[in-house]
């Protein structure tokens, strides 16, 4: 499914720096045998087979209320309760899937941030339409969702009325612990699970991605699936033939040699918020103990008339990996006209994803033989499959490459240091 | 209108380090002054006050022309015809302006990409519209915007007919050269000049940016008025008072320190497209000759739940330049609730607004305390004449750092590399 092209790294490294099958054995092996304390937030590696089959079915059955209830489902989450859905939607349906005529709701995400206005004009946005709302937080405590919570339950209840509203609720939070939990119990909110040991950045084949992808009319069976024949495909196979071996290996390679920023491109602008997801995964499993490679996203080919300057004749410090599709949903033929002003009658009559396709070519080699390692990462298609597949593809690399790395792929120390100078200005209670 | 808070970085580096008057000062002059071919590139510096006047008259009528005729305006543009006109819409307006029930027209881009999946679904969001078309391009010969162009003037055609058809599109380009000049001229379209010795990246203030974000709604005598005001001001002020001599000074100072990636952040997602255009203007300005620091952007609070880890805590290679606004369109109450099951009742009554700021300060000392030099850049609000100062300031600056970084801010020898490759693959006749 997923093909792993090294040609544009070939030049930059010889395969002993990375094929060390003993080293890359050994983690693929504590990772999962899950051993040691340290790792054991591993729920999601064996998630493709042992979700809640039950539970499974209750999302695609709100997901089916909620489309016929709801004009527009307000989505409510940070970080990886906000990424991963988005993704999908953007993904699977588009990038502008808000804006398209379709017969599934329109998605909104809030309490992703702590500005006003953006919460305002999602209030304004919700006028004259029925909506519904999928909160999303593992403890409940998180305050960007929490305010958003807070402000448009009360919008709700003042529209369908307390008892109107709770049949608009929607909750995924912990099994049992949290305030969250503890109030989607006490007030019967409908509620799914973010299952245990799992980190926000691997949640996404959780009801915290699936819920509202399958409500944008995504088929979260083949997301499923796709997700279980990689986990099926990639925890058995220990060696170098192994995609995940290899991007793990690879880019820890090229790390070791200075390259500490690794640019992930899309020749296809419904990529980018699977850019954005796959930052936080790799940024927040690597960035720690003061090393780690950043992550960054470009979308081409936009950004080869942004960034491509850069990256053909920048610093040399990075590395880059070009996401691509064999095969697309939909294509359009150049059209010829009678005058040659622009002169492109060369084209006419091509394939705009042909042309696209040699885009991409063309910009691997400029930029290998402008000194920077490319990976070339190719699917089949955009398929909810595909995206499945993806998804474990890059959870799996997550937490081997962390692990090569030598730090934990599964905690963020970090992440608290901001939030304890925050409460302390706000003022919050003990 | 904009001041630099530098508190942040001093923990980092010396005055000294970073305040040397002589050279930013010779440098200042060669940039004014205009010395030497290699530095004619900068009508964009005296563009405040030199613009053409009748053009602009022309440029405000052909917005209310637009305004009444269509529901959308398509924008075909890529690089610095593409992101100065979004940044300019997504943060005067909104980033979900094309959601919002507004009098002015819709605004699709497209022509930035080779995605046929795109190209058919602007196809779809103009079905039952009537739209207009504002083509923009320097040279007319540049791929994405010419097959774009092809394909929706047909479009345009077989809704409105010829001659219909040409009363509905717009040409921003080359004043006497090019492609599209020429063809602009034969079938008499109305057509707007980017002028000489300016490049994409610096042409957010001409009629490509301009009749886009008047079309929005944007008014862009403010816009100019904020852009004349920062100009006065910055080509005047020769001395480390100046925050443009601050911003190129200290980044180029971080760089030489071995600090080789800048993240632009903001607690606004309004301005999540400044930052592109941000990245464009100093990425293709300075990465050259294997050099450069390297521009990457963060949207938060919501990316301090993705890449917070990473910031705080990875590779110290970072330096952190944080956006933000003193007062605010729009701000809302945190809302109490009667239980106080989230635990959140300690904010009640508070704004959300001063919430963010909050946050935005807790983000700076940790980063700092975490090892980050991070500047503080604010302005006095998010409006359109604070967007003209904040553009010219980013420019003037990206000229200078460029310059004390030694090498050439207005030329972009690397593009082409891509592009070589890709036309002999496509077999473009010579």
Do not use: C
Request: hydrophobic share 40%; no cysteine.
């Amino acid at each position: 499914m997923i093909k792993l092209d090294l040609s544009g790294v070939s030049p930059f490294l010889e395969k002993s720096q990375w094929q060390k099958t003993e080293q890359v054995g050994q983690i693929h092996d504590t990772l999962v045998n899950n051993y040691g304390v340290d790792y054991d937030f591993t729920t999601w590696m064996n998630l493709p087979e042992t979700y809640d089959k039950d539970e499974f079915r209750r999302i695609k059955q709100a997901a089916e209320k909620i489309k016929s209830e709801a004009d527009v489902l307000l989505v409510i989450g940070v970080g990886g309760s906000y990424l991963g859905a988005r993704a999908g939607i953007e993904l699977l349906r588009s990038p502008n899937y808000n804006l398209t005529s379709k017969y599934t709701p329109n998605i909104y995400f809030v309490g992703n941030n702590l500005s006003a206005e953006h919460i305002n004009e999602i209030g304004h946005l919700l006028k004259d339409k029925n909506f519904s709302i999928n909160v999303v937080s593992k403890s409940g405590g998180t305050l960007e969702p929490g305010i958003a919570f807070r402000v448009f339950k009360n919008f709700l209840e003042s529209r369908y009325g307390d008892i109107g509203a709770k049949g608009r609720i929607y909750v995924t939070t912990d099994r049992g612990k949290g305030s969250l939990r503890k109030w989607a119990d006490k007030e019967g909110f409908e509620s799914f699970k973010i299952p245990d040991r799992i980190g926000g950045r691997y949640s996404i084949l959780t009801a915290a991605g699936l819920l509202p992808m399958a409500t944008a009319g995504i088929d979260i069976d083949k997301v499923m699936a796709g997700a279980f024949e990689a986990m099926k495909t990639y925890l058995v196979d220990k060696s170098f033939d192994n995609p995940v071996w290899q991007y793990a290996a690879v880019r820890q390679a090229l790390y070791a040699e200075g390259r500490n920023i690794e640019v992930l491109a899309s020749f296809e602008p419904a990529f980018r918020f699977m850019a954005e997801w796959w930052r936080q995964l790799f940024g927040e499993s690597e960035g720690k103990s003061h090393g780690g490679i950043f992550p960054s996203s470009v979308d081409f080919s936009a950004d080869l008339h942004a960034m491509g300057q850069y990256l053909q004749d920048g610093s040399r410090n990075l590395m880059e990996t070009v996401v691509s599709f064999d095969s697309f949903r939909r294509d359009i033929k150049v059209p010829p006209i009678a005058e040659d002003y622009d002169g492109l009658n060369y084209l006419a009559g091509r394939s705009v994803d042909s042309i696209n396709q040699i885009a991409r070519q063309a910009t691997v080699k400029a930029h290998v033989d402008g000194g920077v390692p490319v990976m070339g990462l190719s699917l089949p298609d955009m398929s909810d499959t595909a995206f499945g597949w993806l998804v474990y593809f890059f959870q799996f690399s997550a937490a081997l490459s962390a692990s090569i790395q030598g730090v934990n792929p599964f905690d963020q120390p970090g992440v608290e240091a901001y939030k304890a100078n925050m409460f302390r200005l706000l003022g919050k209670p003990e």
